[in-house]
C-alpha cells in the first residue's frame, strides 16, 4: 500500500511541474508587459513636460526682448493700492495683544503685455526711485 501510495505522489508531482513553470512564465509575461507601459507613459509624460518647458522658455525670451530692447508700453493699472500688513500672529508674543499695523507704500502697479508671446508681465515702479 505504501508503494501505492508514493507511485501516486511522484505521478502527481511529474504532472505538476509542466504547469506551474507555464505559470511562471505567464506570470513574468505579465509583469513585463505592465513593467513596459509603465515606462511607456512616464516618456510620454516627460517628452510633453520638455516640450511645454522649451515653449516657455521661448515665451519669456520673446517677452524679455520686447521689454528689455524696445520702449515698453507699460499700462497703468487703476484702483491698485500696494499695503505692507504685520502678521499678527506671529508677533502675538507673552499674550500681549498686537495692533494691526498698514503701511501704505506710494506705487504704481503697471503691466506690460506681449502679443507675440501672449503673455502679461506686472510690474511695481515706487515713485521715491
Same mark, same amino acid.
Given at each position: ?7 501516486? =505522489?511522484?505521478? &502527481?508531482? @511529474? ?9 511562471? &512564465?505567464? *506570470?513574468?509575461?505579465? &509583469?513585463? =508587459?505592465?513593467? +513596459?507601459?509603465?515606462?511607456?507613459? $512616464? +516618456?510620454? !509624460?516627460?517628452?510633453?513636460? =520638455?516640450?511645454?518647458? !522649451?515653449?516657455?522658455? @521661448?515665451?519669456?525670451? /520673446? $517677452? ?18 500696494? +499695503? ?6 506671529? /508677533? ?11 503701511? +501704505?507704500? @506710494? ?10 508671446? *501672449?503673455? @502679461? =508681465?506686472?510690474? !511695481? ?5
Amino acid at each position: 500500500m505504501k508503494k501505492a501510495f508514493k507511485k501516486k =505522489i511522484n505521478k &502527481l508531482k @511529474s504532472n505538476n511541474q509542466g504547469s506551474t513553470m507555464v505559470e511562471v &512564465l505567464v *506570470g513574468f509575461t505579465i &509583469l513585463v =508587459i505592465v513593467l +513596459v507601459e509603465c515606462m511607456v507613459h $512616464i +516618456v510620454g !509624460v516627460s517628452s510633453e513636460m =520638455i516640450e511645454k518647458s !522649451v515653449d516657455m522658455q @521661448s515665451d519669456r525670451t /520673446t $517677452i524679455n526682448r520686447q521689454m528689455y530692447q524696445t520702449d515698453a508700453a507699460y499700462t497703468d493699472i487703476e484702483g491698485a493700492k500696494m +499695503v505692507l500688513l504685520l502678521d499678527t500672529e506671529k /508677533t502675538n508674543v507673552n499674550a500681549n495683544q498686537a495692533k494691526e499695523v498698514q503701511i +501704505v507704500l @506710494s506705487a504704481d502697479l503697471k503691466r506690460f503685455y506681449s502679443e507675440e508671446a *501672449g503673455l @502679461s =508681465i506686472f510690474k !511695481v515702479f515706487f515713485k521715491d526711485e
